[in-house]
């Protein structure tokens, strides 16, 4: 298979996949989010971990972006920064948006976001977050267009850099939602803030490592597997970051013994949480080994970027159960709405094909990107030009 057949038909696959997602919607506005496994303990579900991931790959994007141009040690990444920041824009961003649409149920309620906004609401200062996240990759991937086709000086990128990097660091904000809330002792913990943006990084770093080794792949880029490897360590250090957030939460509640924290931890270590949590620990030690374990193979690469996408999606997935199945207040009502009687939360496939659909709409959008604004191709010359000759990749 050719490597335009190959494009299209990524192409084609992703296209029917959003379809997908699109039917499954569907059929989840006409009879209600009682097809999702959400209920009136767990209220937030994988669409609220899908909406923490992608806010997570923006931010973390629009820093790789800007940090190859504030930082020498990061320069080497510039000729594949205009691709990550169109990610940072669109793709990102309208993934995670799309999660919250989703989310809400009936989409004509996403208005409220705007018609009914509260600057002291946590959510609203999210909503602004995406907003500038939209604004800044636009302009910044405009920018980098223009530095490629000769129309404008690199020197100039330096203030829209800063202006990412910093709104970069701002994802830190996506924890309010959860840390300001005093009633749910695991999620309000002054770490949180710190906690998101490690796993912000280690998502879009692992999400890159992936992506770079497939466009490699088909020819779009040229990266050397020195470059993945450099990568990979620096989301293996975020990474190592959020073990220990993870054992230390988990030390400090098993430490106390008693208490509301202490019914939490126990219930995701040695509970009806324990399958999930000891899942999540694997694979944080996993993509640890992978990751900061300097290779030649970009299979193994791309094999420790995937583990680590796994461990941070079970670290947000375990974040919202243990605590959602363990309110410090019960619900009146029948004994299906008793905690006991809940046991753990398992997403439904109606749940799994839109959030499929979303995630293949993004991919979706970044074959688009490459296509029509010829994003990837072009950077061969600059790599070679910065390098001194052609990069080369293992495959």
Same mark, same amino acid.
């Not at 220990?244 to 509301?260: M, T």
């Given at each position: 298979?050719?490597?335009?057949?190959?494009?299209?038909?990524?192409?084609?696959?992703?296209?029917?996949?959003?379809?997908?997602?699109?039917?499954?919607?569907?059929?989840?506005?006409?009879?209600?989010?009682?097809?999702?496994?959400?209920?009136?303990?767990?209220?937030?579900?994988?669409?609220?971990?899908?909406?923490?991931?992608?806010?997570?790959?923006?931010?973390?994007?629009?820093?790789?972006?800007?940090?190859?141009?504030?930082?020498?040690?990061?320069?080497?990444?510039?000729?594949?920064?205009?691709?990550?920041?169109?990610?940072?824009?669109?793709?990102?961003?309208?993934?995670?948006?799309?999660?919250?649409?989703?989310?809400?149920?009936?989409?004509?309620?996403?208005?409220?976001?705007?018609?009914?906004?509260?600057?002291?609401?946590?959510?609203?200062?999210?909503?602004?977050?995406?907003?500038?996240?939209?604004?800044?990759?636009?302009?910044?991937?405009?920018?980098?267009?223009?530095?490629?086709?000769?129309?404008?000086?690199?020197?100039?990128?330096?203030?829209?850099?800063?202006?990412?990097?910093?709104?970069?660091?701002?994802?830190?904000?996506?924890?309010?939602?959860?840390?300001?809330?005093?009633?749910?002792?695991?999620?309000?913990?002054?770490?949180?803030?710190?906690?998101?943006?490690?796993?912000?990084?280690?998502?879009?770093?692992?999400?890159?490592?992936?992506?770079?080794?497939?466009?490699?792949?088909?020819?779009?880029?040229?990266?050397? $597997?020195?470059?993945?490897?450099? @990568? *990979?360590? %620096?989301?293996? +250090?975020?990474? &190592?970051?959020? !073990?220990?957030?993870?054992? /230390?939460?988990?030390?400090?509640?098993?430490?106390?013994?008693?208490?509301?924290?202490?019914?939490?931890?126990?219930?995701?270590?040695?509970?009806?949480?324990?399958?999930?949590?000891?899942?999540?620990?694997?694979?944080?030690?996993?993509?640890?080994?992978?990751?900061?374990?300097?290779?030649?193979?970009?299979?193994?690469?791309?094999?420790?970027?995937?583990?680590?996408?796994?461990?941070?999606?079970?670290?947000?997935?375990?974040?919202?159960?243990?605590?959602?199945?363990?309110?410090?207040?019960?619900?009146?009502?029948?004994?299906?709405?008793?905690?006991?009687?809940?046991?753990?939360?398992?997403?439904?496939?109606?749940?799994?094909?839109? $959030?499929?659909?979303?995630?293949? @709409? *993004?991919? %979706?959008?970044? +074959?688009?990107? &490459?296509?029509? !604004?010829?994003?990837?191709? /072009?950077?061969?010359?600059?790599?070679?030009?910065?390098?001194?000759?052609?990069?080369?990749?293992?495959?």
């Amino acid at each position: 298979m050719n490597k335009p057949i190959q494009f299209k038909a990524g192409m084609i696959i992703s296209a029917l996949l959003a379809v997908l997602g699109i039917v499954c919607w569907i059929l989840q506005l006409t009879r209600g989010l009682q097809l999702t496994h959400m209920n009136d303990y767990m209220t937030w579900g994988l669409y609220i971990i899908g909406f923490m991931l992608f806010t997570g790959i923006t931010a973390g994007s629009l820093i790789f972006t800007s940090s190859a141009y504030l930082f020498p040690s990061m320069a080497e990444y510039k000729p594949y920064t205009r691709i990550t920041s169109y990610i940072g824009a669109i793709c990102g961003v309208i993934a995670a948006g799309l999660f919250i649409v989703v989310d809400i149920g009936n989409p004509e309620r996403a208005w409220y976001i705007i018609t009914k906004a509260h600057i002291a609401s946590p959510m609203f200062w999210d909503t602004v977050i995406l907003a500038a996240y939209v604004i800044i990759g636009i302009l910044f991937t405009r920018q980098l267009i223009l530095v490629q086709e000769g129309k404008k000086d690199e020197q100039d990128l330096r203030i829209i850099s800063i202006v990412a990097f910093v709104a970069g660091l701002l994802v830190m904000a996506t924890s309010f939602v959860f840390a300001m809330q005093v009633a749910r002792p695991l999620w309000n913990n002054p770490v949180e803030p710190v906690s998101f943006l490690a796993a912000a990084l280690v998502a879009a770093f692992s999400l890159l490592i992936i992506l770079f080794a497939i466009l490699s792949k088909t020819g779009h880029i040229q990266i050397s $597997s020195d470059k993945l490897n450099k @990568l *990979g360590q %620096l989301a293996g +250090l975020f990474l &190592l970051f959020e !073990l220990f957030v993870v054992l /230390g939460e988990v030390a400090i509640g098993l430490y106390a013994g008693q208490g509301e924290e202490a019914v939490i931890i126990r219930w995701l270590v040695a509970g009806k949480g324990a399958p999930f949590f000891w899942v999540e620990i694997i694979a944080i030690v996993a993509g640890l080994i992978l990751l900061l374990k300097k290779s030649s193979k970009t299979s193994v690469m791309v094999a420790g970027a995937s583990v680590s996408i796994l461990a941070i999606f079970m670290i947000k997935y375990n974040l919202l159960q243990a605590q959602l199945l363990n309110p410090l207040l019960t619900y009146g009502g029948p004994v299906g709405y008793n905690p006991a009687e809940l046991g753990v939360y398992i997403p439904s496939l109606i749940e799994v094909g839109v $959030s499929i659909g979303i995630v293949a @709409l *993004g991919w %979706l959008l970044v +074959l688009i990107g &490459l296509n029509v !604004l010829d994003l990837g191709s /072009g950077q061969k010359q600059n790599a070679a030009a910065q390098g001194g000759g052609t990069a080369k990749v293992t495959v």
